[in-house]
């Protein structure tokens, strides 16, 4: 009786998926890390606005937590909902090689956005990526320089000592204040990881500012450090003397930067990588955009965006400042 | 005698009528809502009826599944092991890392069984030499064997070879292997369990484990053969997850072992031993996927599914404990 049932469904199904083929506009779907993410908000009302202007339907899912297979399923079920582009943050960098493949071989345009199968690029089409990352150190030091008069003891603040984007902005610092003479003045003294838990990287925090009572500065490149980081400078009234900058959340950050605490933080626009990636899946869905190393196409309100090796693009050249001129500009 | 004969008669409920026995079980409970969720998935998105998308979704839980049922005859036989999803990671680990130290395939594969089979025979010993609460044991455990998983694996990824990945894509009879090695093995280990002396046995462990051994019942023996059979099909199942994957990690299967506590629970097997079914735990397995993959492939939100487990889940125990209560021999 079961496979009986199983069996009129089935038809029916079918006959159901290939009526809804025929008609719909350009389906897109973008899968997150997890729930409950305002990062991904941010991200989703790009795509949303540019399905608006577009005329494509978009869906965000996520699944409940952010380990390495959760996402399988979501991918299994956009390709049995017959979506025409997969845009996804991916929470591994291989478990999901071959889940995509069957999204890819179903004719499905897969991209990464927000974070790249790095080693496995092979089993996307594109990836969109705020920005150049190998910028990302370089920029950091220099806002850093900027507010200490470039010169004085500063630390890092990070993340897990594995994380492999801090890591790479990390080693990019360390370059940048050892190779640059415009830096020369200024002494990095110690790196500490928080492991983005908020209580560890208060604590680290707390032990930076003990141990190095020269420290005129702190780098958190990471949106749980310098939030603990401007806590403890907010609460301790230090604001003066020990300068906190990094990555952060406008919306975390907010507060901090209307009181004193922090002058400026920098991070991208998460909303521009759903606005770029919904443009792009459009127009390479539509035909109008070759997915070709090299190619460019016309974004409204980001320009000319060039897809770079690895068919890789960036929403900005350099990273975004906020200060308290513009932090009311950004709801994320 | 009828005067001793009439007050037990007078106790004894009436004798059940043949269609209740039959009925009124927890598998019957399992299989109305598989039903329900298969009617009700179809309801919720046009896109679930679809036998092909229904059994590569079970391919997704078919290594915990098949786990699930050698758990299901511990359970029975009052233990517990959670460790058996640790046991997949550092056995596939195992496996890996060897073959890419460049170890032959065949013995690598080896060797990751038999890692498996060495868990289990941990576990079994610390239960049944050292006579330690098999909770305390497996919960150690779990976080023993994926402690080394990390140890062996490090942060990184180790890939397999291309022609062992996809065994979940191998169909046959449009079956993919994974569901049909679940079937098999639900097959067997259910005869076993239903229509041998070994498995009568193992109720009557579970059920009063001293009477059983006064009885002449070699229980340390079936228990340790269990928790080693536990180990050996962990180890397989987590063989068959890299192949899915096609890569290593210390997290595979992470959280897995609370996926087969809950297909053993709902398929009406007793946490505290001497009942239970393979069948039960066969359609507890279909139930949960086609409840999972029903709400993914119509979009409901994680939050909404979580929900919908729990509460699942919940019903499944009451309904499992009044049926046990009401039914007591």
Same mark, same amino acid.
């Given at each position: ?10 038809? #029916? ?55 390495? /297979? ?9 390709? !049995? ?16 090689? !071959?889940? #995509? +493949? ?6 499905? #345009? ?14 996307? +089409? ?13 920029? !950091? ?43 020369? +003045? ?27 009572? %020269? ?15 401007? !806590? ?28 004193? /605490? ?13 606005? #770029? ?9 539509? $035909? ?6 090299? $190619? ?14 690895? %068919?890789?693009?960036? /929403? ?11 932090? +009311?500009?950004?709801?994320? | ?35 329900? &969720? ?21 391919? @997704? ?36 890392? &060897?073959?890419? *130290? ?28 050292? =006579? ?11 976080? @023993?064997?994926?402690?080394?998983? =990390? ?33 098999? *093995? ?52 987590? @063989?068959?997850?890299?192949?899915? @994957? ?62 919908? =487990? ?17 039914? =007591?021999?």
């Amino acid at each position: 009786m079961l496979k009986k049932t199983l069996l009129t469904g089935l038809a #029916l199904s079918m006959a159901m998926v290939t009526t809804a083929y025929a008609a719909d506009p350009i389906k897109i779907v973008y899968i997150g890390k997890n729930t409950g993410n305002p990062y991904f908000d941010s991200i989703t009302g790009g795509f949303e606005d540019a399905c608006k202007s577009l005329g494509c339907e978009f869906e965000f899912v996520a699944p409940a937590t952010a380990e390495a /297979t959760s996402q399988i399923p979501f991918i299994e079920a956009q390709i !049995q909902r017959g979506v025409n582009v997969i845009a996804i943050a991916p929470n591994s960098p291989d478990a999901l090689n !071959q889940v #995509l +493949d069957t999204a890819k071989a179903k004719g499905i #345009l897969v991209l990464t956005v927000n974070g790249d199968l790095v080693g496995n690029e092979s089993h996307r +089409d594109a990836t969109i990526l705020p920005v150049d990352f190998t910028k990302t150190g370089p920029n !950091q030091v220099e806002l850093m320089g900027s507010m200490i008069g470039y010169k004085g003891d500063i630390a890092i603040l990070s993340a897990t000592t594995e994380a492999p984007d801090q890591n790479t902005w990390i080693a990019a610092m360390n370059d940048t204040l050892k190779n640059d003479a415009k830096y020369k +003045d200024m002494h990095l003294v110690a790196t500490v990881y928080g492991d983005d838990q908020p209580e560890k990287s208060t604590t680290e925090m707390e032990a930076l500012l003990s141990n190095y009572p %020269n420290l005129v500065g702190v780098i958190a490149p990471t949106t749980v450090g310098i939030a603990a980081a401007a !806590q403890v400078i907010q609460s301790r009234n230090l604001a003066k003397t020990v300068h906190v900058t990094g990555l952060g959340l406008p919306s975390e950050m907010r507060d901090f930067i209307k009181d004193g /605490t922090v002058s400026a933080f920098q991070l991208w626009s998460p909303y521009n990588e759903g606005w #770029l990636a919904a443009h792009f899946a459009v127009g390479v869905v539509g $035909g109008t955009i070759k997915n070709e190393v090299g $190619g460019t196409f016309e974004v409204p309100n980001l320009g000319t965006i060039t897809i770079a090796d690895k %068919n890789a693009m960036n /929403t900005q050249a350099e990273l975004t400042t906020f200060t308290p001129e513009n932090i +009311d500009d950004f709801n994320f | 005698m009828s005067a001793i004969h009439t007050p037990a008669t007078r106790d004894l409920p009436p004798a059940r009528p043949r269609w209740q026995v039959i009925v009124i079980r927890p598998e019957t409970m399992t299989l109305v809502l598989l039903i329900a &969720a298969l009617f009700g998935a179809s309801l919720l998105s046009p896109y679930f009826l679809d036998v092909g998308y229904i059994l590569r979704s079970f391919t @997704l839980s078919a290594e915990f599944a098949i786990v699930a049922l050698v758990l299901t005859m511990i359970i029975i036989a009052g233990e517990i092991d959670l460790s058996p999803a640790a046991n997949m990671a550092l056995s596939a680990c195992l496996f890996a890392f &060897a073959q890419q *130290a460049g170890i032959p395939m065949p013995l690598a594969i080896a060797i990751g069984l038999f890692a498996g089979l060495v868990m289990g025979a941990i576990n079994g010993f610390m239960v049944i030499r050292l =006579q330690i609460p098999s909770i305390i044991v497996t919960i150690g455990t779990l976080t @023993l064997y994926r402690g080394l998983a =990390q140890v062996i694996a490090g942060d990184k990824s180790i890939r397999v070879p291309d022609w062992f990945i996809g065994i979940n894509t191998v169909l046959i009879a449009g079956i993919p292997l994974t569901v049909l090695i679940f079937i098999i *093995a639900s097959i067997i280990l259910g005869v076993v369990l239903s229509m041998t002396i070994f498995g009568r046995q193992i109720y009557q462990i579970g059920t009063n484990e001293v009477a059983a051994r006064h009885a002449g019942i070699r229980s340390q023996r079936i228990k340790m053969s269990l928790f080693l059979l536990m180990g050996l099909v962990s180890a397989a199942a987590g @063989l068959m997850t890299a192949s899915r @994957l096609g890569s290593v990690r210390y997290d595979l299967g992470l959280g897995g072992e609370l996926q087969m506590v809950l297909m053993a629970m709902l398929g009406g097997t007793y946490i505290f031993g001497g009942r239970g079914t393979i069948l039960g735990t066969f359609l507890a397995a279909w139930l949960l996927v086609i409840v999972s993959t029903g709400m993914t492939v119509a979009n409901v939100p994680p939050s909404v599914q979580l929900v919908v =487990q729990g509460v699942l889940l919940i019903v499944s125990i009451i309904a499992t404990n009044f049926i046990y209560s009401r039914t =007591q021999r």
